[in-house]
DNA sequence: CAAATATTCCAACGAATATTGGAATATGTC
DNA sequence: GACATATTCCAATATTCGTTGGAATATTTG
């Protein structure tokens, strides 16, 4: 047993899962896989690239053991293999947010500051909510809300808001989520809401990044 | 402001630290700066590479922030620029320990299976360290106990154990450890301190796991 | 069983990466 | 200031990877 050579098979079979997050393409799969599954279709219109390179990035993460398909119907479900996953996901964006200065300005020329949460105010976000004193909205499509959520929080999916605006309180302030970071719709939900009269803020928090600080998701 | 084009930018980003842990070799040197910072020469011994390829590694990983460089008289001096970078680390040892079927495997025919703590056992052995109730052992080199060690640990590198071996208790329990799971020093000092009579056993933890765990280190 | 559709496989090209050898740079020592 | 040494830069090669086009597979529906 070559100690040498045991070492190297090692920091290999590591260095595969690092292969699979080293392409942006695979890190956006990912992102929007820790919504919920979807299918190969999906996944390819919502990143913007063709089905047949989306089923080849697929199939690098299947091989990483980081999604897995199962069959459903007509269509082919991918989903991440695990928490751990989304876990590293998030790991791997806050690095990066940390250490390349050029993705802090970037993020902070399309966010402003006081979005990221810490633990303590998402704690109290959450009671807030609870108490009905702030109106938490998930502006993400159904059936991502459906496969998880914040607590406390009601679904609005951004395509609905100009119909249901109503469904809002216009005397209580209203926070939106969406997928996270790099995520646009809470910011897209929130100019619309101010343009019509609602106090509306955004945070950068989606489920992943919640999941990540601790906090439990409503399932139902 | 294209959506689609800033949000290829941003994946981007995060795929440059991606690219930066794709690596065997680059993912082996941010392991052996966990342990505190190296020369490029150390590292290159360490890793089993050469001088120059361990220079270009370390300029990559140097371009994604992960690392920094000083100068410290003749040499420079590489460490980590930052505590998340080694909790990235075990991130990504841990997904591919839990998904990747070969490497667990792997690791189980090296390692047997009780050397892995939880948060309540680390806790334990802290006490009982404490207490002296055991004797715990951190057999790797001198200069990286000295950069952050277990706490209640004692300092005994592996080339002199032999000649140290009887300032150790014969009566007491004795757990070793070293760099974490991929370093074997701690199972050579088992062995050693087995064939000598005394009660051993090691554990895979090394600094960066316990950190990871939220256990503090001690500096001394 | 045949048609329709979703997904994957195969082939091919250009781009990016790892590795090695030789030269160049920079710091400390005399 | 000249020399020794550690480290990096540059060039070249083999290999791998991302992407696209066309064909093949598998499942549902009629």
Redesign the interface.
């Known amino acids: 047993m070559d100690?040498?050579k045991?070492?190297?098979?090692?920091?290999?079979?590591?260095?595969?899962?690092?292969?699979a997050?080293?392409?942006?393409?695979r890190?956006?799969l990912l992102?929007i896989l820790a919504q919920g599954e979807k299918t190969v279709e999906a996944l390819a219109a919502e990143a913007?690239i063709d089905i047949k390179l989306a089923s080849a990035h697929l199939k690098v993460l299947k091989a990483?053991?980081?999604v897995m398909a199962e069959r459903d119907g007509r269509f082919i479900a991918y989903r991440l293999?695990?928490m751990?996953?989304s876990?590293?996901w998030v790991?791997?964006?806050?690095?990066?947010e940390?250490?390349?200065?050029?993705?802090k300005v970037?993020?902070e020329g399309?966010f402003s500051a006081p979005e990221k949460l810490d633990t303590e105010t998402r704690r109290s976000l959450m009671n807030k909510a609870r108490r009905g004193e702030v109106i938490v909205i998930d502006v993400r499509p159904a059936a991502e809300y459906g496969s998880g959520h914040l607590p406390f929080a009601r679904s609005m999916p951004l395509d609905e808001i100009r119909q249901r605006i109503k469904e809002l309180p216009a005397d209580k302030d209203i926070v939106a989520y969406c997928r996270g970071p790099?995520c646009?719709m809470s910011a897209e939900a929130v100019e619309l809401l101010k343009k019509h009269g609602y106090r509306a803020q955004k945070i950068t928090d989606g489920t992943a990044e919640w999941l990540a600080a601790g906090l439990p998701l409503a399932e139902s």
Chains 1, 2 share one sequence.
């Open positions: 100690k040498r045991t070492k190297d098979l090692l920091y290999e079979e590591v260095a595969r899962i690092g292969k997050v080293s392409s942006p393409k890190l956006e992102d913007g990483a053991h980081l293999s695990g751990d996953v876990a590293l790991n791997l964006r806050t690095v990066a940390e250490h390349l200065v050029e993705l970037a993020l399309i790099f646009m």
